[in-house]
T-cell receptor
Framework: NAGVTQTPKFQVLKTGQSMTLQCAQDMNHNSMYWYRQDPGMGLRLIYYSASEGTTDKGEVPNGYNVSRLNKREFSLRLESAAPSQTSVYFC??????????????FGPGTRLTVL | SQKIEQNSEALNIQEGKTATLTCNYTNYSPAYLQWYRQDPGRGPVFLLLIRENEKEKRKERLKVTFDTTLKQSLFHITASQPADSATYLCALRGINAGNMLTFGGGTRLMVKP
């Protein structure tokens, strides 16, 4: 099992460019999440998908959109990148059917720089 | 507003000693609390979960306590090793938060040989 995979690993964008970060999990998890991590700020939730077909805003959704393509894949799109979106982005998944308490499994991260 | 606070200063300890990290929260009704380890350049990795009605949980050299009166969790690593050097994150799930977690800022632990 690969767990949670993310592409790309690194990306440099110019202000105003768009891009999509891809995430996939092979653990049959119901829920998927996108976080950003900035120095001293910890992990902040951007968007999440509690189950296939649903998405909801997290703490910092402005400037982002998401798509839960199927149970395995959850993508994050930056329509018009801004320098304030320079960060490390982590995708995570959780939610094994029948369990009340679920840890999150994280991907390796995408390091994004917006110039 | 809801807050989860961890000591932002690095904790430096000598190999073999017990490391104790603190997680404090305000304005939360927690269902459970989790601790994660994060190494540089990598995603967080789950370590332990403790439920709101549990006082203590152990796993090998790790021990977590949860005091809902003090609104605090303590994370202990006994007989610490240089390989334990990493950033440790606490995360809370509120009672009505589904599977959503809110993370603290993390504390960096440095274990010196």
């Amino acid at each position: 099992n690969a767990g949670v995979t993310q592409t790309p690993k690194f990306q440099v964008l110019k202000t105003g460019q768009s891009m999509t970060l891809q995430c996939a999990q092979d653990m049959n998890h119901n829920s998927m999440y996108w976080y950003r991590q900035d120095p001293g700020m910890g992990l902040r939730l951007i968007y999440y998908s509690a189950s296939e077909g649903t998405t909801d805003k997290g703490e910092v959704p402005n400037g982002y959109n998401v798509s839960r393509l199927n149970k395995r894949e959850f993508s994050l799109r930056l329509e018009s990148a801004a320098p304030s979106q320079t960060s490390v982005y982590f995708c995570a998944s959780s939610g094994i059917a029948g369990r009340s308490y679920n840890e999150q499994f994280f991907g390796p991260g995408t390091r994004l720089t917006v110039l | 507003s809801q807050k989860i606070e961890q000591n932002s200063e690095a904790l430096n300890i000598q190999e073999g000693k017990t490391a104790t990290l603190t997680c404090n929260y305000t304005n939360y009704s927690p269902a459970y609390l989790q601790w994660y380890r994060q190494d540089p350049g990598r995603g967080p990795v789950f370590l332990l979960l403790i439920r709101e009605n549990e006082k203590e949980k152990r796993k090998e050299r790790l021990k977590v306590t949860f005091d809902t009166t003090l609104k605090q969790s303590l994370f202990h690593i006994t007989a610490s090793q240089p390989a334990d050097s990493a950033t440790y994150l606490c995360a809370l799930r509120g009672i009505n938060a589904g599977n959503m977690l809110t993370f603290g800022g993390g504390t960096r632990l440095m274990v010196k040989p």
